[in-house]
């Protein structure tokens, strides 16, 4: 190899390592997003119960989930792998973050009602087999890759899997006490705002992070073709905030700040999608659909399905990864039957692997917490104290309903 | 048809968790379809129908669970 090519080979490994570093952004702006959107009583929960899932996680990709991702050239606990700032180390390091954030997903629907340590097993079971398997299938030329399936941006094996174990959460957990009175939904609005648009801003940047890298590793692009993947990014997450904004805007004569901000967060995951292949109005167009996606679906799911998911994280990772995947075969000319397979795979295989295990979990663990702690708070109950002690407790948020 | 209706709605109320192991079960069946019909069949349009067929059997044992649980939280409410 020449001088110039070693150079800008090493080059493109330092590039993707920077944009690899920047992924742990996205679990933070997760983890606000889902304490923002759940109850103050439970601030403090949600939070260590994101550090524990996305701890769990990569430790369980470091047990067992490389040696699936990788078989049959991988091994249990990495034995045998060079750190050398190869594509194979570099994918190691960008497979574990995705495992962590994409474990801390079905938190958003399981928020104030959802025991930490059930929150741990649901974590190890994605990191150690979900997402393995499935990013075998995906990234490491298994039958999905063989049959033309694109996804370098994570919208499958991270987003629609995490969004699928949400719904299984969801299903299995119930709705939070005083959610549905008499059959019809009560409004139990997030309790800090200021949070959740905060957790968006962090998302962005390691979104771009996960997406650059993930175009670098699986698409092989280049530097140049990396600044298409970030200006792709940006344009489907601001298209997608706008959507919701519109759409509540004209449902309620308001925007909804955690309606946007879910629109937001769906633009970002189906622009996951698409991010590495598409032009940059087609990015603003599939955002633009994601975001008014999300919107209603949150609220179709809460009204006529009774899912009580505070976090929103079936629609926006669910729904809206769905709907990025698709949009591959309509606007990046993709083979949209790879595509409908894939997201076959996703609804046939994954959903059935997440319900039953937590549905087996259920029978020998509780998943959910005692009434008494949903109603004193999950902080007190789970940790002994409140993640705002200074803050007066209104009388109905600790003893309503 | 309302007799049908009635059928419908009364298999759920009765065995609602009978149903939800139905809907798994076409769930899977339905995604079995889809990675055999990569694997068995050459020509695009024989697996185009396999995998929309597929599909589609997914779809059917999607709604089975979806209105399973709608029946079990009514049940409990």
């Known amino acids: 190899m020449r001088t110039e090519e070693v150079m800008k080979v090493d080059a493109q490994q330092v590039l993707c390592f920077v944009l690899i570093l920047l992924a742990p952004l996205a679990a933070a702006g997760l983890a606000l997003m889902n304490t923002g959107l759940g109850r103050s009583r439970s601030a403090a929960h949600t939070m260590l119960a994101s550090l524990c899932m996305f701890s769990v996680a990569a430790l369980a990709y470091l047990f067992c989930g490389y040696a699936i991702q990788n078989y049959p050239a991988g091994s249990l606990l990495l034995v045998g792998v060079k750190f050398d700032g190869s594509p194979v180390s570099l994918g190691i390091l960008l497979s574990m973050l995705s495992a ?103 998302a962005l940047v390691g979104w771009l992070g996960l997406n650059c890298a993930g175009a670098i590793l699986y698409n092989r692009a280049d530097s140049g073709a990396v600044v298409l993947v970030a200006v792709n990014t940006v344009l489907a997450a601001a298209a997608a905030t706008l959507a919701a904004a519109v759409v509540t805007r004209a449902r309620y004569n308001r925007p909804d700040a955690s309606l946007c901000a879910n629109g937001w967060t769906g633009g970002l995951v189906a622009g996951s999608a698409i991010a ?118 209104h009388h109905d948020d600790l003893f309503s309903r | 048809m309302s007799a049908i209706t009635s059928v419908y709605s009364e298999l759920f109320m009765t065995y609602p968790t009978l149903m939800r192991a139905s809907g798994f079960f076409l769930l899977v069946s339905g995604w079995g379809i889809v990675p055999a019909a990569f694997s068995l069949l050459h020509g695009p349009g024989p697996r185009a129908g396999f995998v929309l067929a597929g599909v589609a059997l997914e779809l059917l044992g999607f709604v089975l669970i979806v209105r399973s649980h709608g029946f079990t939280r009514r049940k409990k409410s």
Not at chain 1, 177 to 201: E, M, S, T
Not at chain 1, 286 to 307: H, K, N, P, Q, T
Request: glycine content about 14%; hydrophobic content about 55%; some cysteine.
């Open chain 1, 100 to 202: 962590g954030v994409g474990a801390m997903i079905p938190l958003g629907a399981g928020a104030d009602r959802w025991r930490l340590s059930a929150c741990c097993y649901s974590a190890a079971l994605f990191g150690g087999v979900t997402f393995p398997l499935f990013a075998h299938w995906v990234w490491n030329s298994g039958w999905l890759a063989k049959a033309g399936f694109l996804d370098t941006g994570g919208a499958s094996t991270m987003h629609v899997s995490g969004g699928m174990a949400a719904l299984s959460v969801a299903w299995l957990l119930g709705p939070r006490r005083g959610k549905y009175v008499d059959g019809l939904p009560a409004a139990l609005p997030g309790h800090d705002v200021v949070l959740v648009i905060l957790g968006c801003l962090l």
């Open chain 1, 276 to 393: 590495g292949f598409a032009n940059p109005l087609a990015a603003a167009l599939i955002g633009l659909i994601a975001g008014a996606l999300v919107a209603v679906s949150v609220e179709m799911l809460d009204l006529r399905l009774s899912l009580d998911d505070p976090g929103g994280a079936i629609s926006v990772h669910g729904m809206a990864g769905i709907w990025g995947l698709l949009s591959v075969s309509f606007f990046a000319h993709g083979n949209w039957l790879a595509q409908i397979a894939g997201i076959a795979t996703l609804l046939g295989f994954v959903f059935p692997i997440s319900y039953g295990a937590d549905w087996l979990l259920a029978i020998c663990h509780r998943l959910r917490v005692a009434p008494e702690g949903e109603r004193t708070g999950m902080d007190l109950h789970e940790l002994g104290a409140g993640a705002y002690p200074d803050f007066v407790t």
